[in-house]
């Protein structure tokens, strides 16, 4: 008799676990490098070219990870801003006579999530295989990474912030 209530505590616990896991927002693709998600409900492909810009010009050269060099960098009030090169380490030194920028790395040090990774999938980008691009990211899209010890929806939702930050100090139009 207990066997019979036991094998039923534990369909009930397996039927509200299902229940109550939280999914994963419909615009969200996983491959064998994590998680990625569209951007296009907070950022646009002219946001983040202007957000570039204003990196390029007014900002400084940091070196943040041990991949490439001389990343171009803006230190905002709360967190820092990185580019990377969008040939990845066929530009070491990240020199913008080499290549463009595709992706924008938003680093917090204080917060429960440090990195914020969006890749910009530019016209062509897919065919010659620029760095950063994963399986099933799409031409004229932006994309946030989410390694998979991350929670999307959390990253998504703090992500937002850290975007209004950035539009409020560059003033994008």
């Known amino acids: 008799m207990s066997n019979k209530y036991t094998n039923l505590s534990l369909l009930i616990v397996l039927f509200c676990f299902n ?7 419909m615009n ?9 998600a569209e951007l296009s409900d907070l950022i646009s492909l002219n946001e983040f070219e202007q957000i570039k810009s204003f990196v390029l010009k007014k900002g400084d ?3 943040y990870r041990n991949i ?4 171009p960098h803006f230190k905002f009030k709360n967190f820092h801003v990185y580019l990377g090169s969008d040939i990845g380490q066929k530009n070491l030194n990240n020199d913008p006579a080499l290549s463009d920028f595709n992706q924008l790395v938003i680093y917090d ?6 990195y914020y990774e969006v890749i910009m999938v530019r016209k062509g980008d897919v065919k010659i295989q620029k760095s950063w691009l994963q399986a099933g990211m799409q031409e004229s899209h932006l994309y946030l990474l989410v390694s998979r010890n991350n929670e999307m929806e959390k990253m998504l939702s703090n992500l937002s912030s850290y975007l209004e930050q950035i539009r409020n100090e560059v003033k994008i139009d």
């Open 28 to 36: 969200t693709q996983t491959n064998a490098y994590g998680d990625f």
């Open 68 to 71: 490439d060099n001389n990343n």
């Open 19 to 25: 229940c109550t896991t939280a999914h994963p927002p």
């Open 61 to 63: 050269r940091q070196t």
């Open 109 to 114: 040090h204080d917060a429960l999530i440090n």
